[in-house]
């Protein structure tokens, strides 16, 4: 079963934008960490941003003040607003949930026990 499942990738060129949506089962709800992490070509998966239960989000650095992290508590579906791509932004996104915390989400990939499949986000220079 496929608690996570991640749309809305595709190529655009650099200086545009995408929202990425991740819809989760009912299982996972509004007390779970949520997060977004990505692997670029050549490189090892990393944080992107991450959201607790009271939706306050972190980001990594390369990302702040482009991409905007959010949850639909009540559709149980995960956004990341991405802007002002880059092409170093290219790469696998997945979206993962931590059924342990609550708050002060982990930027950690092995503390998140649930993934999506992931949707690839093509940046062209």
């Known amino acids: 079963q496929d608690h996570l499942v991640e749309s809305g990738g595709g190529s655009v060129q650099a200086g545009g934008s995408l929202r990425l949506s991740c819809a989760a089962s009912g299982y996972i709800d509004r007390s779970f960490c949520l997060g977004w992490f990505r692997q670029g070509p050549g490189k090892e998966r990393e944080v992107v941003a991450t959201?607790?239960?009271?939706?306050?989000?972190t980001y990594a650095d390369s990302v702040k003040g482009r991409f905007t992290i959010s949850r639909d508590n009540a559709k149980n579906i995960l956004y990341l607003q991405m802007n002002s791509l880059k092409p170093e932004d290219t790469g696998m996104y997945y979206c993962?949930?931590?059924?342990?915390?609550?708050?002060?989400?982990?930027?950690?990939?092995?503390?998140?026990?649930?993934w999506g499949r992931g949707t690839q986000v093509t940046v062209s220079s």
């Open positions: 959201i607790d239960s009271s939706e306050t989000p």
């Open positions: 993962a949930a931590d059924d342990y915390r609550n708050y002060y989400c982990s930027t950690r990939e092995p503390e998140y026990n649930y």
